[in-house]
């Protein structure tokens, strides 16, 4: 089943939520809730992104954040992934991932449904019978909103200021809407919404959106893609490695945001090279060495795109590569190139290029090209057509 594409929105808030894997526990003491807070805040400041409401519970969390710059939600998701996820296996002596593979998130329409939103969030513990008071649960965003306990992870929404011109009032306003219990047919929306990735609000709100993003958003059947689904190949013999960059930076000149190229090979059999000519091709500027990201495992570069280079050699399991948050950078606005992609497994996207290189000689590879989705298809389409081999 495809994956439902990101909404890289500047300033609409979006609902996100994330489970733990196999619905299992993600926090296990205080300690690990207040860390989760700070890595949060963390992140949120380094990629300017507004937590507008919060709630912790023991397997998931959810968050209403309005991004301020391209692909902000995904880059906080993947900074936790990074952070959280080494704090936790460290702490209790355990590998692999914590979070399922991708967080699902719902954009949300201020004026209507936001306030509604951060009820729904903040009143999950009582819903889950974890406590019958909403101010009695500490994990939340429900003490400032309510209560006016001070927490330099929120931003206030303007739709929340204008509950009143004071803090009290606001507080007050505030504790009084959440005595109000929310329509349950309200309730299934935003659950519907937020599993499904689809947007939350009136019917011309989502007019607005698709209008922005050239695309459906309300449910209906996908557009079958052009073509089918065949996996043409094309080999070509480089015969030294300024030639295999040659050919690389051809297909970086062309390939368009959200591309995954994923390298296959053995060890010496050019995949650094090959990725240092996509960047050319790219017009990464020669400042940015490219090499390749063994310790790291990714290295990001600017070039007319943003080129985001993963090296998966060191990687233990397909499941740790998921809970670093890959996705969002996959599902971003430049191009990603994966060295050693199968040691990822099934967990490579479904629409890639792959890039087989063997030896063929001491100096001489061969390269072989393979399309698994449409959009791959289209750009080695124009690969070939720009470079005939």
Not at 40 to 69: E, F, G, I, Q, S
Not at 88 to 114: D, F, P
Not at 358 to 363: E, T, V
């Amino acid at each position: 089943m495809p994956r439902s594409p990101r909404y890289s929105l500047i300033g609409v808030p979006q609902h996100v939520i994330q489970r733990g894997n196999n619905r299992q526990p993600t926090f296990f003491v205080e300690d690990d809730f207040r860390f989760y807070l700070q890595c949060l805040k963390a992140a949120t400041t380094a990629h300017d992104c507004d937590v507008h409401a919060y709630v912790l519970m023991t397997n998931h969390v959810h968050l209403l954040m309005t991004p301020r710059r391209t692909n902000a939600i995904g880059k906080v998701i993947q900074s936790l992934g990074r952070r959280y996820v080494r704090y936790i296996n460290a702490t209790y002596q355990r590998s692999g991932t914590l979070w399922e593979g991708r967080y699902k998130a719902s954009v949300v329409e201020s004026e209507t449904y936001l306030l509604v939103c951060s009820r729904y969030i903040e009143l999950n513990p009582v819903r889950s019978k974890l406590v019958a008071d909403p101010a009695d649960y500490p994990w939340s965003s429900y003490h400032w909103h309510a209560l006016g306990k001070t927490n330099p992870l929120i931003t206030d929404h303007s739709a929340y200021l204008a509950l009143g011109r004071t803090h009290e009032e606001r507080h007050q306003a505030y504790r009084g809407l959440v005595r109000d219990q929310v329509d349950p047919a309200r309730l299934q929306e935003i659950r519907e919404s937020v599993n499904q990735c689809r947007v939350l609000g009136s019917e011309r709100f989502k007019d607005d959106i698709e209008a922005v993003l050239s695309r459906r958003v309300r449910p209906g059947k996908a557009d079958p893609p052009r073509g089918g689904m065949k996996s043409p190949r094309s080999s070509f013999r480089s015969r030294s490695p300024a030639a295999t960059r040659a050919v690389a930076a051809a297909l970086g000149r062309l390939a368009p945001p959200g591309t995954v190229i994923c390298l296959k090979g053995p060890l010496g059999s050019g995949k650094t090279v090959f990725v240092q000519g996509l960047a050319r091709g790219m017009r990464v500027g020669k400042a940015q060495q490219v090499r390749s990201p063994t310790f790291t495992l990714l290295h990001e570069y600017r070039g007319r795109l943003p080129l985001f280079h993963w090296d998966l050699y060191r990687l233990r399991s397909p499941e740790e590569w998921a809970a670093l948050g890959w996705e969002e950078v996959c599902d971003g606005p430049g191009v990603a190139v994966l060295e050693w992609a199968d040691r990822a497994g099934t967990a490579l996207p479904r629409d890639r290029v792959e890039v087989t290189l063997d030896f063929a000689g001491s100096r001489e590879r061969t390269l072989t090209f393979r399309a698994t989705g449409p959009k791959a298809q289209a750009l080695l389409r124009a690969w070939r057509a720009a470079r005939p081999l």
